[in-house]
């Protein structure tokens, strides 16, 4: 499936993620690298391009098609992951809207709040983010000060935050909160902010970091900033702590996931600047040569998160995916969602020769069970 492992395919791997994959390189080729430099240097990604990716149907490929998402399942997620690293991705907050942020509103918002949120963040055309960190705050999570103090029909929150991945871009911003800075962790709800207009939100500064240069990463600041009660995450405040940990468990795997990718990533960069090196010079450091070490602990790393046990796996049920790419889909296939991808060769392909059942990604679990931040 690379050109480190050309022989090698991922055991939870389906005909159908397979073809997602091509999809996805194809996209991502065209679309993403040609970019990556600009993007680099002004700090973000164009903002259209979450919509051409919701357009080809890559956005919240585990998100139920009841909400407008995929309805595939963690497998489709870690592939999408893996192609941005293969192409060379440097800031595109896939992982955090997508496979993150995406899975608070699915997993604990009401019905209500999916229909009003989800079908936007598919088709891109709302772009998520999630405040947790403070300056004084990071790995205890119990010690947020940022308050949400209700007033009628309203909280008001005051507070900062920082390190905020897709700060810049972001439309619907989850906060973590103090309901009631009387207890600890039962104190902690989520609040789901809709950024457009909202007054008394800021956002401060982008931060420099020593990779990801095209990632919005900024500070925020709420000043007085009123977030209606209806958009109380679940509508029941003291149970953003609960909320966070079983939700940290996803993180910490698609990062490991981005991790992997990005070293082999890496070491098929430097094998080719190697050959091309050597294809100039006459220098002893050939391709032969070069990083024996490499190729194994890409493939090790690999090997540790898809063996994990299946029945640990957080996808019980996996649903057929069915959104991605729409254009030629056989009858039913076309989404009523706002999805309309740019029909291409793989798009065609992938569509025609699908298979009927959708393979559960079976081995992607891993248990922490520790609450300290990933
Ligand atoms: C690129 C990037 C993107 C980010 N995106 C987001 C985002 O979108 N949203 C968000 O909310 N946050 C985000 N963060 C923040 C990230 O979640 C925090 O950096 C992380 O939680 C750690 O917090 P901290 O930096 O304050 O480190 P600290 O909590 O100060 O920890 C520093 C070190 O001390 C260790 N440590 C801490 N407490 C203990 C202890 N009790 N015992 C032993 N060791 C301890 C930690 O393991 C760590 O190694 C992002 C960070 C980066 C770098």
Redesign the pocket.
Known sequence: MSELFPDYRSPWESDDQAMLRKHAADFFRKELTPNVARWAANHEVDRDFWNKAGAAGLLCLDIPETYGGGGGDFGHEAIVQQELAKAQDGGFGFA?HSTIVAHYLNTYATDEQKKRWLPKCASGESVL?????EPG????LQGVRTTAVREGDHYVVNGS?T????ASHCDLLVIVAKTDPTQGAKGISLLVAETDGLEGFGRGRVLE?IG?HG?D?RELAFTDMRVPVENLLGGVEGQGFYQLMNQLQRERLILGVGGIAVAEAAVTEAISYAKHSASRSSSSRTPSSFSPNARPRCSRARRSWTTASPSRSPEPSIRRPRRWPNSGAPNGRARSSTVACRSSAATATWWSTRSPACTPMRACSVSTGAP??S
Do not use: E, Y
């Open positions: 955090v983010a999630i405040a947790m960190t705050t990071g790995s205890d935050k390190f905020i991945s897709n970091k990801q990632q990463t300290a931040r």
